[in-house]
């Protein structure tokens, strides 16, 4: 998927990018290459390869929800910025928080951000085990996406506890996994979440499947949630 070609899938779900824009996702491009020399950001490095595997897959997102009011958007392991980057791109009113445990990768997206001139990005390095029982975002954003970091159950603690009660938790998965769901439904109930729906779309030009799994908050979380760091991928809730 060639730039153009980008901006083209996306008018056709009602996604006008402007020149501006463009020129963000170029940058963006190069600050990735450039700096996948020095750190292992991505394996993914030819130009349309990015723009369809990175790029258009993280934009998705959009097609399943309303992102073009104020709201507030944290990131759990967002790596090289997926998929909350090119979503703050497409929607700059989107107040976007990052969290990741490398910081590395945090260095990387201050500079990115930077050079992009995006207001409203807030990077901060953590474990999401501690920052989910951080009082100043626990419980404090209307949506929380992870993409394809940990198995869900884990994520699910990991997210849930930031997500405020009527927002909204994405796993972006790359393969349907009915058994990872299913071990899932005991934590996504125990952290005061409510599977909604999965939503499934093959990405152009490729055709690989994609899928959000879409969790709404209905309850507080229980305060012990998350636990320490380690311990959701050690001992996962059954």
């Known amino acids: 998927m060639q730039p153009e070609e980008f901006q083209q899938a996306l008018a056709e779900h ?10 963000q996702f170029a940058t963006y491009y190069a600050y990735l290459i450039e700096w996948n020399q ?4 991505t394996a993914i490095t030819e ?14 997102l959009a097609f399943e929800t309303d992102l073009t009011t104020d709201r507030h958007l944290c990131d759990v392991g967002s790596g ?18 990052i ?37 100043q975002f626990r419980g404090q954003f209307d949506y929380v996406t992870a993409r394809a970091v940990a198995r869900l159950n884990i994520l699910t603690e990991l997210c849930l506890p930031l997500v405020k009660k009527s927002g909204y938790f994405y796993a972006l998965k790359a393969a349907k996994s009915e058994e990872e769901f299913v071990e899932a439904k005991p934590a996504i109930s125990q952290l005061g979440g409510k599977f909604i729906t999965e939503k499934s779309f093959s990405l152009p030009v490729s055709g690989d499947e994609r899928h959000v799994l879409i969790i709404q908050k209905t309850k507080e979380t229980p305060k012990k949630y998350p636990r320490k760091p380690g311990t959701p991928a050690k001992q996962p809730i059954k």
């Open 47 to 60: 130009e349309k390869d990015v723009y369809l595997k990175h790029f258009f897959d993280s934009v998705a």
């Open 14 to 23: 009602g996604i006008a990018l402007t020149a501006t824009q463009m020129a």
């Open 99 to 135: 969290v990741d445990s490398l910081n590395k990768r945090i260095t990387f997206l201050n500079n990115l951000v930077a050079a992009l001139h995006l207001d409203g990005v807030h990077l901060y390095h953590d474990r999401a085990e501690t920052f989910g029982q951080n009082p």
């Open 80 to 97: 090289a910025g997926f998929p909350s980057i090119p979503l703050k791109i497409v929607f700059p009113e989107l107040d976007v928080t």
């Open 38 to 41: 020095k750190m292992n950001l």
